[in-house]
């Protein structure tokens, strides 16, 4: 089990590598994280959604993603509340303090997943949670040192020396532990090392001496890491540098309950394409060739806190200078008529205005729909994965954004053509799909082969780990 000092330390992109080395030595590798809190998630093989990490991590072991590898996944809809996700299914919401309690009663349901993987493979990967030292939240565990124990697995512990203090935040996580949880970790890792490692030979002796715990290894930055898509909504606030010269400005308005932000990882990966991501306090590019509303967890509140930042009027003023404007799963939601949530699915049972730049309602109801899809839209093939709950119609229907192959119309444009919504995600990762909105918008063809540029980089991290890490040495470690 890879646990760490805190949040984005780089566990999950650890797991990764690590599949990816061992699958490639012949061993049968299964990933695991027995609790995640994200709302980026994927539609899982058999049938659930899981977090993100799980289903890249579940790639780079060459298998498909099973909801069993992240049995419980909460996807954050307040600051203090969250949809609950048991096992792939939504069981309902829990807010920050009773989750507290709930959490006794999810164990066996972790565990009984972690039987299920452990059947078929000769390695699982364990993934933990935020921060082992978060010894205020020990009690009925399920995520770090509560699931180490209970499965009975040994636990590396990450620290990121790029963000400073690795150190102090390695020593200090043995000072704050139960001495029965520190007798789990038989290890450590520094990540994300810049420099000479001859500078920090007596770090990683000091950290050794101070806690007892084995130096496993000192792992230095990876750049072929950016290719991988981001779980963390932490992510965001590293965006990629502006792109003065690109061909094409694309603006996305950063609300707080974002989900499924990855659709766009595809697009800043664009060598013609400036991807600019708004927070509130600042203005949507008056040059943008388009605007991308992307999912939402909580798709009411965030269309509230749309209208408070500004950004309704700057996309009405957007599209009064013939701007073109896409919305994704809650984005298409937004920008209907009306959104209605008569059995408070979200929040408060109710209903409020959309934006109004599509002819359709939405209402919400309780049942996810979770599945794979393929179809064309303007011709053009595609394949992505529907996640979302809500029901939409309207006039606008009449024009669907595509064609599923099964299902039918899907989506909806509005009569001149420049404001689409569809429910489809994964859009811009095929590469055609995003070649023709390229060309659609006045840009280049892409060049780009994105999915075969994140199968590389995991090799690339495969062979970084491999070079930095004493992989026989981790195997001798598991139990």
């Not at 072991?61 to 792939?88: C, D, E, W, Y």
């Not at 290719?227 to 606030?237: F, G, S, V």
């Not at 509140?301 to 749309?306: E, I, N, S």
């Not at 606008?396 to 989506?411: H, I, T, W, Y």
Request: glycine share 12%.
């Amino acid at each position: 089990m890879f646990q760490g000092t805190g949040s984005d330390v780089g566990k999950s992109v650890i797991v990764a590598g690590l599949a990816r080395a061992f699958t490639d030595r012949g061993l049968r590798v299964r990933p695991f994280k027995p609790q995640n809190m994200s709302n980026n998630a994927a539609v899982a093989v058999d049938g659930g959604e899981i977090g993100r990490a799980q289903a890249l991590q579940a790639r780079a072991a060459r298998v498909p993603p099973s909801v069993h590898m992240n049995p419980v996944l909460l996807k954050p809809q307040s600051m203090t509340g969250a949809q609950l996700v048991v096992q792939g299914r939504v069981t309902g919401q829990a807010g920050a303090a009773a989750y507290q309690h709930m959490k006794p009663g999810l164990m066996p349901a972790v565990l009984d997943s972690h039987r299920r993987l452990s059947a078929e493979a000769d390695l699982v990967l364990v993934e933990g949670a935020g921060s082992a030292s978060e010894v205020n939240l020990r009690a009925n565990d399920i995520a770090n040192m509560g699931f180490a124990r209970a499965a009975e697995v040994p636990v590396v512990l990450i620290g990121d020396i790029d963000r400073g203090g690795v150190i102090a935040s390695l020593v200090g996580t043995q000072a704050v532990l139960d001495s029965a949880d520190a007798a789990m970790i038989r290890g450590f890792i520094v990540n994300r090392f810049r420099g000479d490692p001859t500078l920090f030979a007596d770090g990683m002796a000091l950290i050794a001496a101070r806690t007892g715990w084995e130096a496993l290894g000192l792992v230095p930055h990876l750049l072929d890491c950016a290719r991988l898509p981001a779980e963390d909504a932490l992510a965001l606030d590293h965006a990629a540098p502006r792109r003065p010269g690109a061909r094409l400005r694309i603006a996305v308005p950063i609300l707080p309950h974002i989900a499924n932000f990855d659709d766009l990882d595809p697009l800043a990966a664009e060598p013609a394409v400036d991807l600019v991501r708004v927070r509130p306090g600042a203005a949507l590019p008056g040059d943008a060739d388009l605007i991308i509303l992307p999912g939402s967890k909580s798709t009411i509140a965030d269309l509230a806190a749309l209208r408070d930042a500004g950004f309704d009027t700057d996309i009405a003023a957007h599209i009064r200078r013939g701007g073109r404007v896409l919305g994704l799963c809650g984005g298409y939601q937004m920008l209907g008529r009306r959104i209605a949530d008569p059995d408070g699915v979200e929040g408060p049972a109710g209903s409020v205005a959309g934006l109004g730049l599509l002819d359709v309602e939405t209402e919400l109801i309780g049942e996810k729909r979770l599945s794979a899809v393929s179809g064309r839209a303007e011709g053009i093939p595609f394949a992505g994965y529907e996640m979302h709950m809500g029901r939409t119609e309207g006039p606008d229907r009449a024009r669907p954004f595509a064609q599923l192959e099964p299902g039918g119309a899907e989506g909806a444009t509005s009569p001149d053509g420049r404001v689409t919504g569809t429910y489809v995600h994964g859009l811009f990762t095929d590469d055609r799909q995003r070649s023709a909105w390229l060309t659609r918008l006045g840009g280049p063809p892409s060049e780009l082969a994105y999915e075969a540029g994140v199968e590389a980089a995991l090799d690339a991290l495969a062979r970084h780990l491999e070079a930095h890490l004493d992989l026989d040495h981790l195997l001798a470690l598991a139990r």
